[in-house]
């Protein structure tokens, strides 16, 4: 495989050429009903989660994923909800989901969990209690309307979904959190250069030429959501590239704050980079004991970053006073 970098295309040209996803417009219509139901001072964060898929042809039947599997995206955006937060959940297809996340994608599966007692099916005295509160949180929070569901599986079908979502919450400004920690694919192949069926083994090995994705945080921060708390994610494996990545993120875009996390170390360790803490970035960890006692990094990182946003909030109150 190739991959052909020197083509860029302009993110606004992206949308004209590519097409859009089939729940566009359900998207739309939940997100609009979901932000209009929320009380005028509530804080809300849309979570993006798990990778994107990158076809390799027209009707697809190959496509390059990544290792992303949503657990930061679902565990976070169950912090979110505990620290009050109305939650857009933004998340790839069959990749985690809050409170449901404990009981899929590992080892076991959901039937491990059930047993049958004089004819009756119910879940096995261990699981109860933990399965309990589960199920009591997230029947809360769907019913309560604080939390929206949105699936995504393509590179294009999560690019036109984090437009949409932008563009109806744009207004209410300060107070809606951007938490980008969808592993996003840096190469595509567009629609137009894409093999139309699949792509035959009869012709030998294959070379592919991928583009590079337009980089969508330029117009997300200046243009779509100019007034929100933006925080993106950066993900590295070799350590010397990760400051260095993070800072020139935070210098070409000018948002609020970027997570840097290395693969192998991301559930006990990240690194917050600001514009004022870029030579010395806030470092969030738990030791391996934590995590293996089942405590997720992201109830620190959440609980780091609702403490911002709200200063953030705070300042832009502050600004709209004395204007
Ligand atoms: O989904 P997961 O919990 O397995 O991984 C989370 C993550 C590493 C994808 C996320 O923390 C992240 O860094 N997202 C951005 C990746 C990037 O585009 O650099």
């Known amino acids: 495989m190739t991959l052909d970098m020197r083509r860029i295309i302009d993110p606004d040209t992206y949308f004209d050429h590519n097409l859009p996803p089939t729940n566009l417009q359900w998207a739309h219509d939940e997100v609009d009903k979901f932000v209009k139901t929320q009380s005028p001072d509530q804080r809300i964060v849309l979570v993006t989660s798990g990778g994107t898929t990158v076809p390799l042809e027209n009707n697809t039947v190959r496509f390059v994923d990544n290792f992303s599997a949503g657990t930061r995206g679902s565990s976070s955006a169950e912090q979110f909800l505990a620290m009050g937060y109305a939650v857009i959940f933004l998340y790839r297809e069959q990749s985690l989901q809050p409170f449901n996340r404990n009981y899929s994608h590992n080892t076991r599966g959901i039937l491990s969990y059930l047993e049958r007692i004089n004819g009756q099916i119910r879940v096995k005295p261990e699981w109860e209690e933990k399965m309990g509160r589960d199920l009591d949180s997230y029947q809360k929070y769907t019913q309560e309307g604080k939390l929206l569901m949105v699936n995504f599986t393509t590179l294009s079908d999560y690019l036109f979904l984090l437009r949409e979502v932008s563009l109806l919450v744009a207004s209410l400004g300060p107070r809606v959190m951007f938490y980008l920690a969808a592993a996003v694919s840096d190469f595509f192949i567009p629609s137009h250069s894409m093999s139309e069926h699949k792509i035959q083994s009869a012709s030998g090995d294959l070379t592919l030429h991928m583009n590079q994705v337009p980089k969508f945080l330029r117009p997300l921060v200046k243009n779509w959501v100019p007034q929100c708390f933006i925080v993106s ?5 070799d350590p010397e590239l990760l400051g260095p990545k993070a ?3 935070l210098e070409k875009y000018g948002h609020q704050v970027v997570v840097a996390n290395m693969l192998n170390t991301r559930k006990c360790q990240v690194w917050l980079f600001t514009k004022e803490e870029a030579q010395n970035p806030a470092i969030i960890q738990i ?25 953030y909030i705070a300042n832009a109150q502050q600004q709209d006073l004395s204007a």
Do not use: M, N, P, Y
């Open 233 to 237: 994610f950066k993900l590295e494996t």
């Open 247 to 249: 800072r020139h993120a």
């Open 287 to 311: 030791s391996k004991e934590d995590v293996d006692a089942g405590k997720d990094i992201e109830q620190d990182i959440v609980e780091e970053l609702a403490r911002r946003h709200q200063q």
